[in-house]
């Protein structure tokens, strides 16, 4: 059986395939496509979606976040980690 | 009230044809024809239209989408236009092979229902030989096409005992998502209310089975819980609002706010083969009837829950009280909440039954 995923500072997350990140022309915003919903993410959850590549750590992902809005990595940290774990959970992330 | 926005998502029903019975059919009780279905030019034109009203979302259902021959033009044609599929199937004649050509046109998640958890309740309540089997296989050519997989349980007293069963079953198929969706009263299913209905004691266990593996699977499994109605304290946003989020295309082209709009009398809905799907989503009359809140009589009308549930179904408030724009006898604030309380009691402890299965009235 599957394990719920973790995340790590070490863990590599990724949009999968059938999550669709794309900007809606029409609404001019952001949307995120997914089994039965549709999310409309605000300006720092698309940051970290965007990161979500499979190449990019959840630490790298921290320092390059800390340094966009200038603010300290402890304070950038329990954001991104807690975002991610719930969009992982919901199994609209992957971890690699 | 006009609508404020574009529809966020189109469910298609592409046809009432099925191959299996549910005496749950959310398909109205007057199922229409092949010869009267939309043909391949009309849906893509249909389709076309969605996309440029702004739709984000297209959901390919039925009856069953897969008798028609031209679903992979309708998602190929979707998927170029940066539209999310969904195909709702029974999966009882979709075969590998077509599932991965569907899969390459750029279908993106598959819903399969399963009417029991067990084999003999499958065939009991859908009326179909061997469908488990087949569901079985189609679930897992899903899985195998790389495409994420939803398992749809309608649940009423027939399999509410098999919840647990369900839960397994959809974690072993690999799936990401299980609805456990308490049957909703309307279509068939108001007509077979009395052989349906669960009792108080059995949706009790179910929550607590559900919400306990709700949190036990987090993050292998997302469990959407449909509670039943008849049983609810409040009333569910049905389709996020009358006419707000979804609009619904029936086989004839007929544009609706919901399954069961038809059967409120005094409405009458427009067709896309008479008019643009902007210029009905915008001024069709039946659709601009229930949006918004305009409408609401008390106690909806100050009640503070409006935005979240937009006073319920209307289709239940006509069935139950005989006036659509009734507040949905399902809120516990309504006047009328009791008496279906009283009816469900009454239905769930009738023993004798006979389904009434859904068919095609025969010609003649
Ligand atoms: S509910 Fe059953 S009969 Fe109705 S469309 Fe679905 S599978 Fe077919
Ligand atoms: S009174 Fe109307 S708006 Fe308030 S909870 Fe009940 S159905 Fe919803």
């Known amino acids: 059986m599957q394990q ?12 999968p395939k059938h999550v669709h990140l794309q900007f809606d022309n029409l609404r001019g915003k952001w949307v995120v496509l997914a089994p039965e919903s549709v999310f409309w993410p605000d300006e720092q959850s698309l940051e970290i979606l965007k990161l979500c590549d499979g190449k990019t750590s959840v630490k790298a992902m921290i320092e390059h976040l800390a340094k966009q809005y200038a603010a300290p990595k402890s304070v950038i940290e329990p954001d991104v980690t807690e975002f991610l774990q719930e969009w992982s ?3 609209l992330i992957r971890v690699i | ?40 030019k009309e849906w893509l034109n249909v389709f076309e239209q969605a996309a440029d009203l702004g739709i ?9 989408p897969t008798v028609r021959r031209d679903l992979e033009q309708f998602i190929e044609y979707l998927d170029s236009r940066g539209i999310y599929t969904n195909l709702i199937t029974a999966g009882v004649n979709l075969s590998e092979k077509r599932l991965n050509v569907l899969a390459n046109c750029g279908l993106d998640h598959v819903q399969v229902s399963f009417q029991g958890a067990r084999p003999e309740t499958t065939e009991l309540i859908g009326a179909y030989k061997n469908g488990h089997q087949k569901k079985l296989a189609t679930a897992m050519s899903v899985r195998s096409a790389g495409l994420p997989l939803t398992i749809n349980a309608p649940i009423h007293r027939h399999n509410i005992d098999e919840v647990p069963e369900f839960i397994d079953l959809a974690v072993e198929l690999g799936a990401e998502r299980l609805e456990i969706a308490n049957v909703q009263y309307y279509g068939w299913a108001y007509l077979n209310r009395a052989a349906l209905m669960p009792d108080i004691e059995a949706v009790h266990r179910q929550v607590d089975i559900v919400e306990s593996a709700q949190a036990s699977l987090k993050g292998i499994l997302n469990i959407d819980f449909v509670v039943p109605d008849y049983y609810a304290d409040y009333p569910k946003p049905c389709m996020g609002g009358w006419a707000n989020d979804v609009l619904i295309v029936a086989p004839d082209g007929t544009v609706l ?33 229930y949006r918004g ?22 289709c239940q408030a006509y069935a139950i009280t005989g006036r659509a724009e009734a507040t949905d006898p399902a809120c516990m604030i309504s006047p009328d909440h009791k008496g279906l309380e009283q009816l469900a009691t009454e239905f769930a402890h009738n023993p004798n039954f006979e389904f009434n299965y859904r068919r095609i009235k025969t010609r003649g």
């Open chain 1, 4 to 15: 719920r995923a973790i995340l790590t500072p070490s863990s590599k997350p990724i949009v």
């Open chain 1, 89 to 91: 959970d919901k199994l």
């Open chain 2, 1 to 40: 009230m006009p609508a404020s926005g574009p529809p966020i998502g189109i469910l298609a029903e592409l046809t009432h044809r099925c191959p299996l019975q549910c005496p749950y059919c959310s398909n109205p009780a007057d199922l229409l024809k092949s010869s009267s279905e939309l043909n391949s």
């Open chain 2, 56 to 64: 984000l979302q297209a959901h390919l259902s039925g009856g069953e």
């Open chain 2, 257 to 289: 706010p919901c399954h069961a709009a038809q059967t409120i009398d005094a409405l009458d809905f427009d067709s896309v083969r008479k008019q643009s799907l902007q210029q009905i989503w915008q001024h069709s009359a039946a659709l601009n009837k």
């Open chain 2, 293 to 314: 809140f305009d409408w609401m009589e008390e106690p909806c009308r100050s009640c503070p829950r409006k935005e979240l549930d937009f006073g319920g179904c209307r």
